[in-house]
T-cell receptor, first 112, second 113 residues
């Protein structure tokens, strides 16, 4: 079964607005990662947050991690049409850090 | 650097046919992975290889075989394709370590009729 579950499944916003996506997972993790997938393309790594971190920033991205609730959120500020993509969280599971388990993704549409 | 490359980009098979999906990386990564992506299912791990000469099953290995030919190449073989194997297949690689960011290829879109 999937480790991570993103919420919402789909999100549609206007350019300039902020987009927030959530991810919940079930077991203890070493780190949590977020990936972006443009239509018809492979996944691209966005950001990684370690289990002992609570918040991390990268450009317009802000990721939070709450290990007590087993949840993470990805915030994209001042969104652009180019941010239109699917976003996936991934966690290392099964006791090792070499395999990732991906959620089903949030499809974000940013309207110009 | 090309990163992770996959061939072919598209393939149509008839039920029962066989084929091999090729993947290569030029980043000197130790670990390589094969995933399939189906609508609404996210990515599911088929097989992975932690190093040359080693492979291990993932979440959905049935109907597939893999070969880690050398450090660069990791192939996925469908011996007798079934319509349930219609999917988009992604190869990925990562260097060993605590923080394992994965690098993905562009994918192979496979249709089994």
């Amino acid at each position: 079964s999937q480790q991570g579950e993103e919420d919402p499944q789909a999100l549609s916003i206007q350019e300039g607005e902020n987009a927030t996506m959530n991810c919940s997972y079930k077991t203890s993790i070493n780190n949590l990662q977020w990936y972006r997938q443009n239509s018809g393309r492979g996944l691209v790594h966005l950001i990684l947050i370690r289990s002992n971190e609570r918040e991390k920033h990268s450009g317009r991205l802000r990721v939070t991690l709450d290990t007590s609730k087993k949840s993470s959120s990805l915030l994209i500020t001042a969104s652009r049409a180019a941010d239109t993509a699917s976003y996936f969280c991934a966690t290392d599971a099964w006791g090792g850090s070499e395999k990732l388990v991906f959620g089903k993704g949030t499809k974000l549409t940013v309207n110009p | 650097n090309a990163g992770v490359t996959q061939t072919p980009k598209f393939q149509v098979l008839k039920t029962g046919q066989s084929m091999t999906l090729q993947c290569a990386q030029d980043m000197n990564h130790n670990s390589m992975y094969w995933y399939r992506q189906d609508p609404g299912m996210g990515l599911r791990l088929i097989y992975y290889s932690a190093s040359e000469g080693t492979t291990d099953k993932g979440e959905v290995p049935n109907g597939y075989n893999v070969s880690r030919l050398n450090k660069r190449e990791f192939s996925l073989r469908l011996e007798s394709a079934a319509p349930s194997q219609t999917s988009v297949y992604f190869c990925a690689s990562t260097s060993r370590g605590l923080y394992n960011e994965q690098f993905f290829g562009p994918g192979t879109r496979l249709t089994v009729l």
